[in-house]
């Protein structure tokens, strides 16, 4: 797996790029590092379970301003935690755009995968 | 969908804010008496919550001043300084602060919330990375959203935090992305009191090529063996590329400022929009302000009798068992348990005769509640210690204190 990611890091400079030329070897890359959709999403629910209301569980769709009890200011100190576990930094505008656990997730992954 | 729709939880929660009699948002001075004292709902009420460091507010010099230039200059200069120009002292008063600092240029600005606004909006641009402490003042946090830059928290006083996130733009796969990096920072935050680790701070900051712009609004006059703030007593003034300050608090008027050697710095005065559109500072204002630093300079006795009387408050209330911010400072924020108990507290003390400020959510951080009480120099040792007294008193009656006396450990035994 290691050789193999650095074959493909040598021969293509970036992940991004991989992720339009070649989507199956932009996963291979991906998963080398160790960054799971579900990993990231198990993360995220951990974060945001001291906030649900009532029986609904978090899922991906769960729009976390609007479902969840947590406040803007709280986000954003989840966001810190979650750049630190998975080594990414998302910028403030971005989280802006982010709604659902689902979209935190991807966003996570792609930089990730960028990094 | 209604225009004031989308603040119901806010309406929602000023409304149990005000059931309990008061409003601290907008609390009247029927009267203001000294520094320390004012009329409130028509009694003599101790001020511990008005960010007036030194007192300077009523220094016969500095009232004298803006006497003296009302009488020269008249009461206001009816537009910006790019419009309707520059007075003599505007001029003068930002070679003085320049000077203050050991720096080349100086930029004064109509208020200090405009100072950071301002600068850190432009300085960091398109393309650019502005990296900012998560307990950031309001006043960066707007920036934040004016600026093209791209804008990354990280924890509060955690230069490892900042250091990571830094790492991350080097990092890339991408290579090392280009741009600027410019890192914000505040001397003594607003909330707790409490100050950033400077020096490590400003080590990461070099290691990784970044700029540092600090906002000394509260550790002006405070901090440094001359008063210029963390920079100065933590001896880094020649890294830290941009200084920020205000005249509001320790100088006592209004105002703000930046200072900086950077050669092209004065582009700023036709790139920064909110020291181009606003009229500039009257010259009453800047009259006092000169004085003040005047007396910043001349009186350092001051400083001392600031942090004597944090000691008093701080360690007097700590003694008694109150939860504070984790270390002495001009502010000092007494943790409560939850919203309702912080503004019922508030209340009691303000009953009592004592007026401090209530910060609640979400103008706090980590969802705290507090009550935030800030020094000054010229308060006495009695008011202080009636003041520990009262809140003692009150402690226990709201059950934040254990309703016995705390005994010192030599009398328990």
């Known amino acids: 797996m290691r050789s193999l990611t650095l074959r493909l890091e040598s021969r293509l400079r970036t992940a991004h790029e991989l992720t339009v030329e070649n989507d199956g070897i932009a996963d291979t890359l991906t998963l080398t590092r160790g960054v799971l959709r579900a990993e990231v999403i198990r993360e995220i629910c951990v974060h945001l379970e001291p906030y649900q209301t009532g029986e609904k569980p978090i899922t991906g769709e769960t729009v976390i301003a609007k ?47 960028r990094a | 969908m209604g225009l004031f729709d989308r603040h119901a939880g806010l309406l929602e929660a000023y409304r149990d804010v005000r059931t309990t009699g008061y409003d601290p948002f907008q609390i009247r001075m029927e009267r203001v008496l000294s520094p320390t004292k004012a009329i409130i709902n028509g009694r003599e009420t101790l001020l511990v919550g008005t960010n007036n460091y030194f007192g300077l507010t009523f220094d016969p010099s500095c009232m004298e001043a803006a006497i003296e230039a009302i009488r020269a200059e008249g009461t206001g200069t009816t537009g910006s300084r790019i419009a309707n120009g520059s007075y003599s002292e505007h001029v003068a008063l930002e070679k003085e602060i320049a000077e203050f600092y050991g720096k080349k240029h100086c930029m004064v600005f109509t208020t200090g919330y405009q100072a950071n606004l301002g600068v850190i909006s432009t300085l ?36 490892s935090s900042l250091e990571a996130r830094l790492r991350r733009l080097k990092d890339s796969k991408e290579g090392d992305k280009p741009g600027n990096r410019v890192v914000v920072l505040e001397g003594i935050y607003s909330m707790l009191g409490d100050s950033a680790p400077l020096r490590e701070f400003v080590d990461v900051c070099k290691k990784y090529g970044a700029y540092v712009l600090i906002d000394e609004a509260h550790s002006l006059g405070a901090l440094g063996d001359n008063g210029r703030g963390l920079c100065e007593s933590t001896g880094v003034i020649d890294d830290c590329h941009f200084i920020v300050g205000t005249f509001s608090k320790t100088l006592g008027a209004i105002g703000g400022y930046c200072v900086s050697d950077d050669p092209d710095f004065d582009i700023l005065r036709v790139t920064v929009r909110s020291y181009m559109f606003t009229a500039s500072l009257p010259p009453s204002i800047v009259a006092s302000v000169r004085q003040a630093l005047r007396v910043v300079k001349a009186r350092p006795e001051l400083r001392t009798q600031l942090w004597d009387n944090v000691a008093t408050l701080y360690d007097g209330l700590k003694a008694q068992g109150f939860t504070l911010g984790p270390e002495h400072g001009p502010v000092v924020g007494v943790h409560l348990p939850d919203r309702m108990t912080a503004i019922g507290f508030w209340r009691a003390m303000l009953d009592a005769g004592i007026y401090v400020n209530v910060a609640v959510p979400p103008a706090t951080p980590n969802g705290v509640s507090l009550l935030r009480c800030s020094l000054c120099a010229v308060h006495t040792r009695e008011q202080l210690d009636h003041m520990v007294e009262v809140m003692t ?19 328990a035994r």
């Open chain 2, 124 to 159: 960091a641009g398109q393309g650019d990375f502005l990296l900012i402490d998560a307990d950031s003042h309001a006043s960066i946090y707007d920036a934040c959203k004016m600026t093209q830059a791209e804008v990354v928290r990280f924890k509060h006083n955690d230069p």
């Open chain 2, 393 to 411: 008193g009150i402690g226990r009656q709201f059950g934040v204190l254990s309703s016995q006396p705390k005994l010192r450990a030599a009398g």
């Open chain 1, 67 to 113: 479902d969840l009890t947590i406040d803007s200011l709280a986000i954003m100190d989840m966001v810190m935690e979650l750049e630190d576990r998975f080594d990414v930094s998302i910028p403030m505008s971005v989280i802006a755009e982010i709604h659902t656990v689902d979209q935190l997730a991807d966003t996570i992954r792609d930089l990730g995968a």
